[in-house]
């Protein structure tokens, strides 16, 4: 079954440093996005990603955030000032239409932020 | 906006026992909802969804209807077992490329 594949799946930074979080969708699927996910806290929207420009992002999706769409198969996520409180496990998901299919998401990276 | 309440437990079951999770929600328009499940140090797996009213989803001997009139999208298994403690998610999605929308979650354990 096809995967989405996130890497790493744990990175430790120090607070002030600049991060990228990694993943591959799933090679057919047309919309991306990142989530957040404070331990044992709520799955929280950050961005949803459609033909090469950003559809929507939320409030926690500030100036230090950014995404890009590289080579055609990566989707990347920058935080480029990471602070404490960005401690949080960060799931990536595509879909061919989350309306009907819903997504599917990667394994997360677990960003520990020191 | 959009948003989805579910009872947030947690919730201690035995082996066997009948699940019942609640789950609404609040749209304009008429959503897609979705149940996910997160299981310990994993990420998070669709487990059921339903596209419009009255329709049953189910996987896994899981369940949920989509209630129009109750704005409801309740999760209920006959007989859980230890393999099915997780965190369980109520979803809505709105539109194609719509963000999900995610109720807080109900952690679900199962003693033998």
């Known amino acids: 079954e096809p995967e989405v594949t996130q890497t790493p799946s744990h990175q430790v930074t120090q607070m002030g440093q600049e991060v990228i979080l990694r993943c591959v969708p799933i090679?057919?699927?047309?919309?991306f996005y990142w989530y957040r996910q404070i331990l044992g806290q709520k799955v929280e929207f950050l961005v949803s990603?459609?033909?090469?420009?950003?559809?929507?992002k939320s409030e926690i999706f500030d100036d230090q955030f950014s995404v890009e769409r590289p080579d055609g198969s990566n989707f990347t996520l920058k935080i480029r000032s990471t602070k404490l409180e960005d401690s949080a496990m960060y799931f990536c998901?595509?879909?061919?239409?989350?309306?009907?299919?819903?997504?599917?998401f990667g394994s997360g990276t677990r960003l520990t932020v020191v | 906006g959009d948003s989805v309440t579910q009872m947030e437990g947690p919730v201690t079951l035995s082996e066997e026992a009948f699940l019942t999770i609640n789950c609404t929600y609040t749209?304009?328009?008429?959503?897609?909802l979705f149940w996910y499940v997160q299981y310990p140090g994993e990420g998070l797996q669709l487990l059921l969804k339903?596209?419009?009213?009255?329709d049953k989803g189910s996987n896994k001997g899981f369940e949920a209807t989509y209630r129009k009139e109750t704005t409801s999208f309740h999760l209920e298994k006959g007989s859980v077992q230890v393999s099915d403690s997780a965190v369980y998610f109520c979803?809505?999605?709105?539109?194609?490329?719509?963000?999900?929308?995610f109720g807080p979650g109900t952690s679900l354990s199962v003693i033998p």
């Open positions: 990603f459609y033909n090469n420009e950003i559809s929507e």
């Open positions: 979803a809505l999605s709105g539109t194609s490329y719509d963000k999900v929308i």
């Open positions: 749209a304009t328009g008429y959503p897609s």
């Open positions: 339903a596209t419009k009213a009255d």
């Open positions: 998901a595509s879909s061919e239409d989350s309306e009907i299919y819903g997504y599917t």
């Open positions: 090679s057919n699927h047309l919309y």
